[in-house]
């Protein structure tokens, strides 16, 4: 069965430390692959996505992201972190149709000052 | 600016009244999109829509139902037969298609009193 884990459900690191969130996926096929941010009571805004191609996919708010067919895995890195990346983390696949999505359960980030 | 709109942001209903959730786009999408959003759960897709008079159920369809009358509009309906309605709903839409993403609008808070 299609679906994506998010391993972490919560993660605190200090302002200015590097980040590394975690997600593995099983999928048959070739998947589509996004990271998306979602601050409280808000919706989802995309931090990037994987279709094809060069396999370190760069996004918005200095967020990278590489895909490792052999682990199955789209784990999302930023070198410093900033006070204002505080917010949750979602991985997820397309599923044929960019919108229809599995998301994983997602990943709660505070900051430290 | 282009986007998705949904309405209200916070909806309160009684126990056995149906309730309808508002989504309208702008982004001239012929795909639409209908999730839940419940805590340590991720998003679940209850309908989508790929193109106007025609929607599938997604996996937690039961106790939900939409219609498409319009490219622009996905209106959602929370009947009196969904068990547990209380949840943050998001829309959103996407260009037809695996390659392209979603845009996700700011969601609508439903509480059963």
């Known amino acids: 069965a299609q679906s994506v884990t998010q391993p972490d459900i919560h993660i605190t690191v200090s302002e200015g430390a590097s980040l590394e969130l975690r997600c593995n996926y099983s999928?048959?096929?070739?998947?589509?692959l996004f990271w998306y941010v979602q601050s409280p009571g808000q919706g989802l805004q995309l931090l990037l996505k994987?279709?094809?191609?060069?396999?370190l996919v760069q996004g918005i708010k200095g967020f990278e992201a590489e895909f490792k067919r052999s682990q199955s895995s789209f784990n999302l890195r930023k070198p410093s972190v900033h006070w204002s990346d505080a917010a949750e983390y979602f991985c997820?696949?397309?599923?044929?149709?960019?919108?229809?999505?599995?998301f994983g359960q997602g990943t709660e980030l505070s900051v430290k000052p | 600016d282009g986007g998705i709109t949904q309405s209200p942001k916070y909806l309160f209903r009684k126990e056995g009244q149906n309730v309808t959730l508002s989504c309208e786009q702008n982004?001239?999408?012929?795909?639409m999109y209908w999730y839940r959003q419940d805590p340590g759960q991720g998003l679940r897709l209850i309908y989508y829509?790929?193109?106007?008079?025609?929607?599938q159920k997604g996996d937690i369809a039961e106790g939900y139902s939409v219609s498409r009358e319009k490219k622009e509009s996905f209106p959602l309906t929370v009947t009196s037969a969904q068990k547990n309605p209380t949840a943050f709903y998001l829309c959103?839409?996407?260009?037809?298609?695996?390659?392209?993403?979603?845009?996700f609008g700011q969601g609508t808070r439903l509480t059963v009193v």
């Open positions: 982004l001239n999408h012929d795909a």
């Open positions: 959103a839409s996407s260009k037809r298609g695996g390659d392209t993403e979603a845009f």
């Open positions: 994987y279709f094809s191609g060069d396999t």
């Open positions: 997820a696949v397309g599923v044929n149709q960019g919108g229809k999505l599995i």
């Open positions: 999928y048959g096929a070739t998947p589509y």
């Open positions: 829509s790929q193109i106007v008079n025609d929607f």
